[in-house]
Antibody, heavy 119, light 106 residues
Framework: EVQLVESGGVLVQPGGSLRLSCAAS????????VHWVRQVPGKGLEWVAR????????TYADSVKGRFTISRDNAKNTMYLQMNSLRDEDTAVYYC????????????WGQGTLVTVSS | EIVLTQSPGTLSLSPGERATLSCRAS???????LAWYQQRPGQAPTLLMY???SRATGIPDRFSGSGSATDFTLIITRVEAEDSAVYYC?????????FGQGSKVE
């Protein structure tokens, strides 16, 4: 069974840092691109970042570029999102999702982890 | 970036009725790299359609998609109670990937 399990979401102060994890199982993790998508509670979806299957290419939304870093460890079947200089507007549920290729839809999503940025 | 605008915002239907959801792009979507997702309350999104008109695995055939370039449509024939959800379109042809604001079917 395909599973993506996010973790690491907590309450953090503005300006702080946080690392989210996404643990994968049930499929060949090293063969898939993986993405982060976020959703402010009660609002729409916003794509955040993606990383190629071998980690050699990353892309970010302008809203997080220079503050967030996506990475992966294929030996541990895990993807990460390092979030620095957090702002109130980064408060959201963060989902990880997998895609087969560069231009592929997000075929499977995790259940999300809530990040709250507040003083 | 490509802006996706969905309409209507909310659609209220009775079981058995037809739902027509629209997604318009500010620029042409490359190779019809357009997907639709369903998000039920309290759940993560799930993939419904990709490539504008291909159903994802396990999606019933009452869901269909069509369109190209800047105009795309998701149709649900014979809506069922379990179809109550928010539906999002997404383009994955041009970076940054973008989503529409969602259409709620109730």
């Amino acid at each position: 069974e395909v599973q993506l399990v996010e973790s690491g979401g907590v309450l953090v102060q503005p300006g702080g840092s946080l690392r989210l994890s996404c643990a994968a199982s049930g499929f060949m993790f090293s063969s898939y691109w993986v993405h982060w998508v976020r959703q402010v509670p009660g609002k729409g979806l916003e794509w955040v970042a993606r990383i190629k299957n071998d980690g050699s290419s990353t892309t970010y939304a302008d809203s997080v570029k220079g503050r967030f870093t996506i990475s992966r460890d294929n030996a541990k079947n895990t993807m990460y999102l390092q979030m620095n200089s957090l702002r109130d507007e980064d408060t959201a549920v963060y989902y990880c999702a997998k895609a087969q290729y560069d231009h592929s839809p997000l075929a499977y999503w995790g259940q999300g982890t809530l990040v709250t940025v507040s003083s | 970036e490509i802006v996706l605008t969905q309409s209507p915002g909310t659609l209220s239907l009775s079981p058995g009725e037809r739902a027509t959801l629209s997604c318009r792009a500010s620029q042409s979507v490359i190779s019809s790299y357009l997907a639709w997702y369903q998000q039920r309350p309290g759940q993560a999104p799930t993939l419904l359609m990709y490539g504008a008109s291909s159903r994802a695995t396990g999606i019933p055939d009452r869901f269909s998609g069509s369109g190209s370039a800047t105009d795309f449509t998701l149709i649900i024939t014979r809506v069922e109670a379990e179809d109550s959800a928010v539906y999002y379109c997404q383009q994955y042809g041009s970076s940054p990937w973008t989503f529409g604001q969602g259409s709620k079917v109730e």
